[in-house]
Antibody, heavy 128, light 108 residues
Framework: QLQLQESGPQLVKPSETLSLTCAVSGVSISSTDYYWAWIRQAPGKGLEWIGTLSSAGTSYYNSSLKSRVTMSPDTSKNHFSLRLTSVTAADTATYYCARAPLRLQGLEWLLPDHFDFWGQGTLVTVSS | EILLTQSPAILSVSPGERATLSCRAS??????LTWYQQKPGQAPRLLIY???SRATGTPARFSGSGSGTDFTLTISSLEPEDFAVYYCQQRSNWPLFTFGPGTKLDVK
């Protein structure tokens, strides 16, 4: 059974680094059928894509966060991580990890265009 | 950057009635349009991908349509569990994903 579970500190001080891990069970993060993503949601607000990680470890980031974000895989533990540096109160949000499937259309594999399975999310508050 | 707008922001409909939610893109996008449902305190749940393909477990009363810049999520007959916030999302230009601001579907 597929499970994604976010973990990490719930409170981070301004200017410090937010670090989260998404533990995946039920599928290997090295599977070429999937990419992996982080998405966040500020309290009472909408969803914001943070970045996507390919099965080969290539990362793609939201341009608004690109200078502060790093995503990386740990295939030995079957998890992937998010680091967000120099945080401010604006980074307070529920952080979700999600799976992004490749899709076969005819004879062509399409890069992911949606997120089919999400973790429950973890609320991270940035405050001194 | 392609922006998505959703209308209305709040939609009040009675159970058993039909609900029509709109998502508009700032420029033409392909069929990489997705709909999610989010209930309070829960993660978003995939409903519709590729404009009109229902995800596993999505009831048949949910349908998606559209092309170009205008897309629609229709719920044919609202059940009590359908009252939630609905987000559209696009990925027209790899690797960029954007979400709409959401439509809150309320009980009338």
């Amino acid at each position: 059974q597929l499970q994604l579970q976010e973990s990490g500190p719930q409170l981070v001080k301004p200017s410090e680094t937010l670090s989260l891990t998404c533990a995946v069970s039920g599928v290997s993060i090295s599977s070429t059928d999937y990419y992996w993503a982080w998405i966040r949601q500020a309290p009472g607000k909408g969803l914001e894509w943070i970045g996507t990680l390919s099965s080969a470890g290539t990362s793609y980031y939201n341009s608004s966060l690109k200078s502060r974000v790093t995503m990386s895989p740990d295939t030995s533990k079957n998890h992937f991580s998010l680091r967000l540096t120099s945080v401010t109160a604006a980074d307070t949000a529920t952080y979700y990890c999600a799976r992004a499937p490749l899709r076969l259309q005819g004879l062509e594999w399409l890069l992911p265009d949606h997120f089919d399975f999400w973790g429950q999310g973890t609320l991270v508050t940035v405050s001194s | 950057e392609i922006l998505l707008t959703q209308s209305p922001a709040i939609l009040s409909v009675s159970p058993g009635e039909r609900a029509t939610l709109s998502c508009r893109a700032s420029q033409t996008i392909s069929n990489h349009l997705t709909w999610y449902q989010q209930k309070p305190g829960q993660a978003p749940r995939l409903l519709i991908y590729n404009t009109s393909s229902r995800a596993t477990g999505t009831p048949a009363r949910f349908s998606g349509s559209g092309s170009g810049t205008d897309f629609t999520l229709t719920i044919s007959s609202l059940e009590p569990e359908d009252f939630a916030v609905y987000y559209c999302q696009q990925r027209s230009n790899w690797p960029l994903f954007t979400f709409g601001p959401g439509t809150k579907l309320d009980v009338k």
